[in-house]
């Protein structure tokens, strides 16, 4: 079998989307579709956050996925938001990513829908990375591995499932992922933002986010 992280950022795409009964019912699908590549760190990973799913009452898993990327707002899953916080830079990065998506989108059979959300939405990098422009999407998240470190060591200490998501999709980059907020912020060679964003943390909050949201397409079925 060859490898394809096309197929791992898919499947870890429709893993942070909200667990809705359209997710609940791919489960198997996903699985289907991990047990098709090689073994690898990251098909682990997914695998077992997909069986993980599989056992869990879908309202609670509802309840936990509000808590964690809505109302906790700890973990983020928009990266510019890791880089600029409430600063004035972040529309410009907003914008960039959205140029970056359109431009990749035109080079193959995928239409950019965010469906309300924003460009920067990992789940929405992720599929684009799988979808569209595999290369583009892969530099995409090299360029914010900080913020996908920083989403991955978050969740890792409150105790959740979900922190295997983001290890898996760091695993797909290269170098070895963060340690600490320290190294992961070190990756992104610049200091946080100067400007306030509400808390005193080093890293910023996220805007609360739509808790119907998810990704829009998987492996053919768009």
Known sequence: ???????????????????DEELIAKLPLLRSALA??????????????????????????????VELFDLRRHQTLHLSYWRDGDTRRRGESLAAFKAR??????????????????????????????????AGGRELMIEN???????????????????????????TLPGPSAKDRREALAMARAEPPRESVGIDLPFPTSPGTSPGTSPATMMGAR
């Open 1 to 19: 079998m060859r490898r394809d992280w096309r197929v791992v950022h898919q499947v870890a795409a429709w893993c942070l989307g909200y667990p």
């Open 36 to 65: 098709e590549q090689p073994s690898s760190e990251p098909v682990r990973l997914l695998r077992g956050f997909v069986d993980t799913l599989a056992k869990q009452d879908p309202h609670a898993l509802q309840h936990v996925y």
């Open 101 to 134: 998506l359109r431009e990749g989108s035109a080079k193959g059979d995928w239409l950019v829908d965010t469906g309300g959300e924003l460009p920067d939405h990992l789940p929405m990098v992720l599929e684009y990375a799988a979808l569209a422009d595999p």
């Open 145 to 171: 591995r900080s913020a996908l470190e920083l989403i991955r060591l978050s969740l890792t200490e409150r105790g959740s499932a979900y922190a295997d998501v983001l290890a898996a999709v760091c695993a």
